[in-house]
C-alpha cells in the first residue's frame, strides 16, 4: 500500500503565497508522475499541474506564471508553490502519483486533500 500525506494549506489573502507538499511512502519501487488537482465548490476537479519522471511540467493555463511545481525523489515528495493567489483559485488541493509497487504493479493513489482559500 502506498500513503499521500499533503500538508500546507489555509487561508490566505489575494497576492498572497501558500506551499503544499504531499510525500509518497509505503511500498513505493518507482514513480511515475505525481502532480496537483483541486476541486472548488460545485466544479469539476481539474489538473492544476504534473510532473512527469523524466518528462514534461505540465500547468493548467490559469496558474501559469504563479504556481510552480518541483519534486524531491530522495524523498518521494512533491511540491506547490502558489504565489499571486487569487480569490478563483480557492479549492480543495488533492495530490496525485502515479506508483510502481513493490510488486511492478502500477497505481494511481490520492491524497486526503487540503483546502485552500484565498479571501480579504
Known amino acids: 500500500q502506498v500513503q499521500l500525506v499533503e500538508s500546507g494549506g489555509g487561508l490566505v489573502q489575494p497576492g498572497g503565497s501558500l506551499r503544499l507538499s504531499c510525500a509518497a511512502s509505503?511500498?513505493?519501487?518507482?514513480?511515475?508522475?505525481m502532480g496537483w488537482y483541486r476541486q472548488a465548490p460545485g466544479k469539476e476537479r481539474e489538473l492544476v499541474a504534473a510532473?512527469?519522471?523524466?518528462?514534461?511540467?505540465y500547468y493548467v493555463d490559469s496558474v501559469k506564471g504563479r504556481f510552480t511545481i518541483s519534486r524531491d525523489n530522495a524523498k518521494n515528495t512533491v511540491y506547490l508553490q502558489m504565489n499571486s493567489l487569487k480569490p478563483e483559485d480557492t479549492a480543495v488541493y488533492y495530490c496525485?502519483?502515479?506508483?510502481?509497487?513493490?510488486?511492478?504493479?502500477?497505481?494511481?493513489?490520492w491524497g486526503q486533500g487540503t483546502r485552500v482559500t484565498v479571501s480579504s
Open positions: 496525485n502519483a502515479r506508483v510502481i509497487n513493490t510488486a511492478r504493479t502500477l497505481f494511481e493513489y
Open positions: 510532473l512527469p519522471t523524466g518528462g514534461i511540467t
Open positions: 509505503g511500498s513505493i519501487f518507482s514513480i511515475n508522475a
